[in-house]
T-cell receptor, first 114, second 112 residues
């Protein structure tokens, strides 16, 4: 079944550690996105990609980086985690005709930095 | 002014009633409008999309769009306790970059 997968689902990690949040989709979507959402708050776009080797920063300043080497894979990396990075990270993808079909979201990764 | 505005709620309605959720947006060039439902601790789930002025119905859900007034609304008929969630309005930014701007969401509580 075509879907979008995020791992890990929950992560508790110490300050200063390097972490990579995984996102993969089996729908063949060109466009992929990373959003950050604090509890009860709005979604903020932190990175997006329109295809392989295409990545852009979003509207919210973030210390994370992303890569898009394969269409189906869009990992997000934090080189040195800090408590301020504690949040929920949501990955999404969309059809080429994005204006019609909207986003499909993964289950999210809830990150806690201690 | 925020680009997409929603009343944060909570909006409380009795079971079986019609819930009306509203969203206004600032970019007149916006062309695509979406409603997502997000249960606590879960990721958003697309429930409705609308692109033309007027109403669009899907089961118990009706989306309404008025581009002249720059608002989009979601009606939920025969509300059920399982409809209790946060409803997010999303609008494309009108510049063709395929990025959506999300509102802060309206929390709906359907009382049994």
């Amino acid at each position: 079944e075509a879907d979008i997968y995020q791992t890990p689902r929950y992560l508790v990690i110490g300050t200063g550690k390097k972490i990579t949040l995984e996102c993969s989709q089996t729908m063949g979507h060109d466009k992929m996105y990373w959003y950050q959402q604090d509890p009860g708050m709005e979604l903020h776009l932190i990175h997006y990609s329109y295809g392989v080797n295409s990545t852009e920063k979003g509207d919210l300043s973030s210390e994370s980086t992303v890569s898009r080497i394969r269409t189906e894979h869009f990992p997000l990396t934090l080189e040195s985690a800090r408590p301020s990075h504690t949040s929920q990270y949501l990955c999404a993808s969309s059809e080429p005709t994005t204006g019609i079909y909207g986003y499909t979201f993964g289950s999210g990764t809830r990150l806690t930095v201690v | 002014q925020k680009e997409v505005e929603q009343n944060s709620g909570p909006l409380s309605v009795p079971e079986g009633a019609i819930a009306s959720l509203n969203c206004t947006y600032s970019d007149r060039g916006s062309q695509s409008f979406f409603w997502y439902r997000q249960y606590s601790g879960k990721s958003p789930e697309l429930i409705m999309s609308i692109y033309s002025n007027g109403d669009k119905e899907d089961g118990r859900f009706t989306a309404q769009l008025n581009k002249a007034s720059q608002y989009v609304s979601l009606l939920i008929r025969d509300s059920q306790p399982s409809d209790s969630a946060t409803y997010l309005c999303a609008v494309n930014n009108g510049s063709g970059t395929y990025k959506y701007i999300f509102g802060t969401g309206t929390r709906l509580k359907v009382l049994a």
